[in-house]
């Protein structure tokens, strides 16, 4: 006999769901017989396998060692699992507490795997999370912790992972009914003057990977919000704040170069001829995008500093942004 005692990773989901995520090899129809037949309890009381499960739950399982074995296999550690070896990385983590991690991610790491053999973002936390003793082994046999929301490779700064179901849940529904607020900070060509609210429709090219803004609705766009911040002038660029009001694929980038104003370094929707400049000029390689500041529905505010890169390019002393940082 084995029991789990139900921790806050496994709480508020089905013990049917609970069950697939441990004997992951395990049928529909096996769970729901095992269930039936008492082999397995919740509580010490038989089950139908639709109960939400609270924090404290015995769960027993009257099985063999060997079916056991058979339906569960060996817990898996997530740098394993593709048999890719992780390079060495310092990741640099700016928020942590029971529920959530956000980290500051670097540009040209992916968030996630997007082929088997990626080695993404969600690893080197996984990793990290394994190495300091957030997670066991046997933990990642009913959960997994996973990113929240998703920055481009070539997109720098604030990503977030949840470490409990709560933090996943609780993030998500935050992202989704738009309560918590994201922030960008990005060098754009030409001279912006003001503030100023810009709305459009997108639309995107699975096929390409790219996207096409429009003034009014066209079949199979979607409707688009950005805001944005002059913060600091300089010669031929401006230093954007973008409030990120809706979340779609591109959009800051496409919506900013719709109306003359592309990201520094964007090869996809900016000016090729400034971007072959700035990288002469500069050394500038990729996009100058970083996801600077959120603002939590209860008031927690984490900001990552901005690349080394946008001091190049900017080509001030950083203090100028260090500054600005610290006021935060």
Known sequence: MKEYIIGKNEANQRLDKYLHKLLKEASNGFLYKMLRKKNITLNGKKAEGVEKLQEGDHVKLFLSDETFLKFAGQPSVHKDEANVKLKP???????????????????????????????????????YLLDTGALTGEDLRTFRPSICNRLDRNTSGLLIAGKSLRGLQEVAECLKDRSMKKYYRCIVKGTVAEKKKITGYLKKDEGSNQVQIYSKEVPDSRYIETEYTPVETFPDATLLEVHLITGRSHQIRAHLASIGHPIAGDEKYGDHNWNLTLKKKYGIRGQMLHAYRLEFPDGRKVTAPVPESFEKLAGVDRKIFQREYEQR
């Open 89 to 127: 990385v310092s990741l640099s983590v700016v928020y942590e507490d029971e529920d959530i991690l956000i980290i500051n991610k670097p540009q040209g790491m992916l968030s996630q795997k997007a082929k088997p053999s990626d080695v993404s973002a969600n690893e080197y936390i996984m990793e």
